[in-house]
Nanobody
């Protein structure tokens, strides 16, 4: 069974930084994509950053240039460095790992960590 545990969330002032960590365990196939999503109250989760096993990254315009995703394949960890945080970044942040086989797609989520940015 795959498990993801996020850490590093908290309260920070606008303009500050936080670094989120995601520790994965269990049988994780490679290649895979690790990603961070966030969810605002009453809204669907949205992609914040994604990174492939080979290190290719993608970001939406809302965070590009401020957030950086990285991963350590040996440790099964992913990170999200968030700089220049804004109050509108306040959300619950979730770690995700996913891969595709010939039979099905596998998709796992962490429990989420709260990030609050005060103005």
């Amino acid at each position: 069974q795959v498990q993801l545990v996020e850490s590093g969330g908290g309260l920070v002032q606008a303009g500050g930084s936080l670094r989120l960590s995601c520790a994965a365990s269990g049988n994780i196939f490679s290649p895979n994509t690790m990603a961070w999503y966030r969810q605002f109250p009453g809204k669907q989760r949205e992609l914040v950053a994604g990174i492939s096993s080979g290190g290719r990254t993608n970001y939406p315009d809302s965070v590009r240039g401020r957030f950086t995703i990285s991963r350590d394949n040996a440790k099964k960890r992913a990170y999200l460095q968030m700089n220049s945080l804004k109050p509108e970044d306040t959300a619950v942040y979730f770690c995700n790992v996913a891969w595709q086989t010939a039979v099905r797609k596998y998709d796992y989520w962490g429990q989420g960590t709260q990030v609050t940015v005060s103005s």
